[in-house]
């Protein structure tokens, strides 16, 4: 983005903004400004940071062998890569806490979709992905989301990853 | 020897009539402690209790976690979560960790949202809020953040885990003065400070766990607000413009889709 459109971004936003700060009371907007939190009742705006560029990290940091534990009595703690004993109170479960990657949605199928893929399994290497992935760019990272797996290159191969949104 | 010299003492103690007993002063060493404190385990009844009584509130937490890679390095993160809870049968979430993620119960239907992905997807539902907590665990995989708060006041609390149970004294956390508690469940260690004044709110929660050599820890703070100025419409989740539905991966172990 040029410098001269971001400004007529700022300007075309302070614009959209000015009509609806000048009927708040003086007392409201003062309420506002203290209660920054208020944002959340408002939708989440989509790709936040969205300009800021990224590099992808590490391969090493995808190797997980344990998951933050948030919760005690609910616990999925997750070892992809060495089956030892993992659970807290009821049997491991196989996805991340509410904190991590994971997402349902992100490894869910669309409706009306007829391909079952099985997910493969996050730190697997792999030199080609499957036909049926789709590129899908984030982060400055293009990967390869192929129904539940999503793929980030790496040199000339592909390692699986938890989805990245 | 000095094994024998203290099983004797023991037997002595056991011997005398139990008034002399409870005058006697305890020696330093000599009675430790029950594992569990029942007082400690009340505490955390009590609070679960008033939990139970709140009809609405709203809470703000920010987690610090651990994540261990392979070779044992730890790696922290920070996330954080808005929950607005009518009860019995509402609920809104906003998880904002590395990326934004939604939840809508309004006890019909329960809602997914992934607002960068723009897809949702939708399940019926219309159990309590534990038994939601439940469904999300056994059918899908996710956890709830601080989903433990649901748990402690419910009926079935699973306090018969708790293999040892301690007063560690009083903190403050964020201004508000605390009562200090540890607790140890199965592989986890945990440890809860609720207000010691005022109602008994849980302010922080940590958790070690134990099943990795590198204990990775979580640290929550919790602020609450008991008088939330939400409206019953926002638990019922409308599509946003473009949205795309999708199908929920089930763990195929556990069950069918409901």
Known sequence: MSERSRFSVLVSAALCALPLLLPAAPAAAGRALQKPGKAVHAKPSVPKHADVPRRPADARTANVRSRSVNNVNVNRNVNVDVDRDIDVDRDGCCYGGWDDDYHPVATAVAVGATVAVTAAVVGSIVNSVPANCVPVNHGGVVYQRCGNTWYQPQGTQFIVVNPPY | ?258
């Open chain 2, 1 to 258: 020897m000095v094994r024998l010299l203290f099983a004797g003492g023991m037997l002595a103690l056991l011997s005398l009539p139990c008034q002399v007993t409870a005058q006697t002063p305890p020696a330093p060493g000599q009675q430790a402690a029950p594992a569990v404190d029942p007082q400690a385990i009340e505490a955390l009844r009590g609070m679960g209790r008033f939990l139970e009584q709140q009809k609405r509130f709203e809470i703000r937490t920010t987690v610090m976690g651990e994540r261990v890679l392979a070779d044992g390095q730890k790696l922290q993160h920070t996330a954080r979560a808005t929950l607005e809870v009518e009860r019995p049968r509402h609920l809104r979430i906003l998880t904002e960790g590395r990326k934004p993620r939604e939840l809508f119960y309004n006890g019909q239907l329960l809602t997914l949202y992934s607002p960068q992905l723009g897809e949702y997807s939708s399940v019926p539902f219309d159990g309590s809020l534990e038994a939601l907590v439940e469904r999300l665990e056994q059918y899908y995989g996710v956890e709830l953040p601080l989903a433990d708060l649901f748990i402690w006041g419910s009926p079935d609390a699973p306090f018969q885990r708790i293999s040892s149970a301690m007063y560690a004294g009083q903190a403050d956390v964020d201004g508000v003065l605390c009562d200090h508690y540890a607790f140890r469940q199965g592989k986890a260690d945990w440890q809860l400070w609720i207000a010691a004044e005022g109602p008994p709110l849980p302010r922080k929660l940590a958790i070690t766990y134990r099943g990795d050599e590198a204990r990775p820890q979580s640290v929550s703070l919790i602020d609450w607000k008991l008088s939330p100025a939400f409206s019953g419409q926002r638990f019922t989740f409308v599509p946003p413009a473009g949205a795309r539905q999708v199908v929920l991966p089930v763990r195929a172990a556990d069950a069918k889709q409901p």
